[in-house]
């Protein structure tokens, strides 16, 4: 959704119009993808207990009446749940999931040259998020974050 760390003005727009109405249905909205130029609009929704395709499809007949309405044009439009892997994209997901295993690619390097990072997350404050590996807790600041998702355990 980023690239060079700037969001198009269309997926900012059309995140304004969507996260209100996610939300007042009752879920959360974990990610909005563009693509194709706004061609594609993939969103990823979850609730507690879980998403079923009864949600998905109840949030994407919704979201096609306001989509319309509002004038966005688009060719697809895809809800899905995150399903095992999870996006990580907000502060309040770092601490959320407190205990679970986790990987997390920065934008920029450590001193040692480390980009990626695969441990346990040990919860967010102060916008840093504690990640325990090999034995270590290391703080990383969520504004550094290319990319963070959970990593299942089956």
Same mark, same amino acid.
């Given at each position: 959704?980023? @690239?060079d760390?700037?969001r198009?003005?269309f997926?900012l727009?059309t995140?304004?119009? #969507? =996260?209100?109405?996610v939300t007042?249905?009752?879920?959360? +909205? $974990?990610? +909005?993808q563009?693509?194709?130029?706004g061609g594609?609009l993939?969103?990823? #929704?979850?609730?507690?207990?879980g998403i079923?395709l009864?949600?998905?499809a *109840? $949030?994407? @007949?919704?979201l096609?009446?306001?989509l319309?309405?509002?004038?966005?044009?688009?060719?697809?439009?895809?809800?899905?749940?995150?399903?095992?892997?999870?996006? +990580? &994209?907000? =502060?309040r /997901?770092? *601490?959320?999931f407190?205990?679970?295993k986790?990987?997390? &690619?920065?934008?920029t390097?450590?001193?040692?040259g &480390?980009?990626?990072?695969? !441990? $346990?997350?040990r !919860?967010?404050?102060?916008?840093?998020v504690?990640?325990?590996? /090999?034995?270590?807790? $290391?703080?990383?600041? #969520?504004?550094d974050i290319?990319?963070? @998702?959970?990593?299942?355990? +089956?």
């Open positions: 959704m980023e @690239r760390g700037l198009p003005i997926c727009r995140e304004e119009l #969507i =996260a209100p109405v007042g249905m009752g879920y959360e +909205l $974990v990610d +909005l563009v693509s194709n130029r594609l993939r969103l990823f #929704i979850d609730k507690p207990g079923g009864e949600d998905c *109840a $949030v994407s @007949r919704q096609t009446r306001v319309e309405v509002e004038g966005v044009e688009y060719d697809r439009l895809e809800v899905s749940s995150p399903g095992l892997d999870r996006p +990580l &994209r907000k =502060a /997901d770092f *601490a959320r407190a205990g679970q986790a990987d997390v &690619r920065m934008r390097a450590d001193a040692s &480390r980009r990626r990072f695969v !441990g $346990v997350l !919860g967010e404050n102060e916008g840093r504690s990640l325990e590996l /090999d034995g270590q807790t $290391v703080a990383l600041a #969520i504004e290319d990319r963070a @998702r959970l990593v299942p355990e +089956l």
